[in-house]
């Protein structure tokens, strides 16, 4: 449904939006550890206000401004899971190395602040096993099309207690056209 409203938007005014984005997400990512390693990023997805009330608006049925767990699975199901042919807007690399993007995971919906900006939460697992050899794993989201714009910041990344023996950090790589939260880690001596 979400992504019909986009397409058709985007069919009967090519020009406008040849001109720039139209949905606009402000994102964090946190690296999440286990005993092993990487388990995977965490995601979270903050849209911008008119496209947060197209969503409340097609999938808080009951206008109460939250949603319920039948509401958070309908958003899941017509418009999220749109987004799979495109990856998600996700691109993963392993030690600079493209991945393909791996099924999001324990994808949440929430309705925040007094603004009612629409709030995706999703962990793409990605398993990369801590050793003593330094590990890097970028995860960043960019539409190359940019009908959607995506903006992240350094105090947007973050890492969750990593296991003891690993050491982890995470950065905010500037390339051409983005920043790329990539996270560093490897087994202490």
């Known amino acids: ?113 007094n603004n009612d900006i629409v709030q995706y939460s999703f962990f793409i697992p990605l398993a990369v096993a801590a050793d003593g050899k330094e590990q890097e794993v970028s995860l960043f989201f960019f539409d190359p099309v940019i009908y959607v714009s995506f903006t992240i910041t350094k105090k947007d990344v973050s890492v969750s207690a990593p296991p003891g023996g690993v050491d982890a950090r995470i950065e905010l790589k500037k390339v051409k056209y983005t920043a790329r939260p990539t996270v560093k880690f490897k087994k202490g001596n």
């Open 1 to 113: 449904m979400v992504m019909v409203w986009i397409v058709s938007y985007i069919l009967i005014c090519p020009s406008l939006c040849m001109a720039h984005a139209h949905i606009f997400i402000d994102y964090t990512v946190t690296a999440e550890f286990d005993a092993n390693g990487l388990k995977g990023m965490r995601a979270v997805w903050a849209f911008d206000r008119m496209f947060s009330s197209f969503i409340i608006k097609q999938f808080d049925r009951n206008n109460d401004r939250s949603f319920s767990k039948e509401e958070i699975s309908a958003i899941r199901n017509n418009a999220f899971h749109a987004l799979a042919k495109d990856a998600y807007f996700a691109h993963v690399s392993h030690n600079k190395k493209n991945l393909p993007v791996p099924q999001p995971a324990d994808f949440s919906a929430k309705i925040i602040g």
